[in-house]
T-cell receptor
Framework: AQKVTQAQTEISVVEKEDVTLDCVYETRDTTYYLFWYKQPPSGELVFLIRRNSFDEQNEISGRYSWNFQKSTSSFNFTITASQVVDSAVYFC?????????????FGIGTKLQVIP | EPEVTQTPSHQVTQMGQEVILRCVPISNHLYFYWYRQILGQKVEFLVSFYNNEISEKSEIFDDQFSVERPDGSNFTLKIRSTKLEDSAMYFCASITGSGSDTQYFGPGTRLTVL
């Protein structure tokens, strides 16, 4: 079975602060994919990143960075110098063959509020 | 960039009525999915569809639900007799099926059952 745990249900930060969203996953697959999606108040799911299980290199994209650690089954997401527009619900997600072909299993989401 | 589209964006219906939610997946994609998100909760898998048949479904996807690809471009989710608890956002997604692709989601249809 696949499982994604996002222990932080809500986080509030003041604008310009850095914030890290935690994600821990469980899977018995040796090959799997990890994702982060952003869901703004308008409701759509915006793809942010995909990581393959065999690629543990951390990634930075502008103010966003991701830390993938297979040893602790974690895929954490950091926003540097947060902005009000970052306010949204962020979902960590996982897909792998044992969960059904490319079916995505989502975490419960972390609601981030950035206060001006 | 190609994208998944969904119509309508918002559907309001009376309990017991049938609804059809429509999706147009990306044109060269082979695997199609429906997910559901009840307000304030996580996104949950409903069903996957490949080669004109259901490849997997969740326990949520009971006999009230059906999916169809009627014309090679649309992918529909039908709820035969809606219940209040069917009120949710429904997302469609598609992938090529090459094994290394990302599941891009449509903008969603918000279904409200009164």
């Amino acid at each position: 079975a696949q499982k994604v745990t996002q222990a932080q249900t809500e986080i509030s930060v003041v604008e310009k602060e850095d914030v890290t969203l935690d994600c821990v996953y469980e899977t018995r697959d040796t090959t799997y994919y990890l994702f982060w999606y952003k869901q703004p108040p308008s409701g759509e799911l915006v793809f942010l990143i995909r990581r393959n299980s065999f690629d543990e290199q951390n990634e930075i994209s502008g103010r966003y960075s991701w830390n993938f650690q297979k040893s602790t089954s974690s895929f954490n997401f950091t926003i540097t110098a947060s902005q009000v527009v970052d306010s949204a619900v962020y979902f960590c997600a996982l897909s792998g063959l044992s969960g059904g072909y490319q079916k995505v299993t989502f975490g419960i989401g972390t609601k981030l509020q950035v206060i001006p | 960039e190609p994208e998944v589209t969904q119509t309508p964006s918002h559907q309001v219906t009376q309990m017991g009525q049938e609804v059809i939610l429509r999706c147009v997946p990306i044109s060269n994609h082979l695997y199609f999915y429906w997910y559901r998100q009840i307000l304030g909760q996580k996104v949950e898998f409903l069903v996957s569809f490949y080669n004109n048949e259901i490849s997997e479904k969740s326990e949520i996807f009971d006999d009230q639900f059906s999916v169809e690809r009627p014309d090679g471009s649309n992918f529909t989710l039908k709820i035969r007799s809606t219940k209040l608890e069917d009120s949710a956002m429904y997302f469609c997604a598609s992938i090529t099926g090459s094994g290394s692709d990302t599941q891009y989601f449509g903008p969603g249809t918000r279904l409200t059952v009164l």
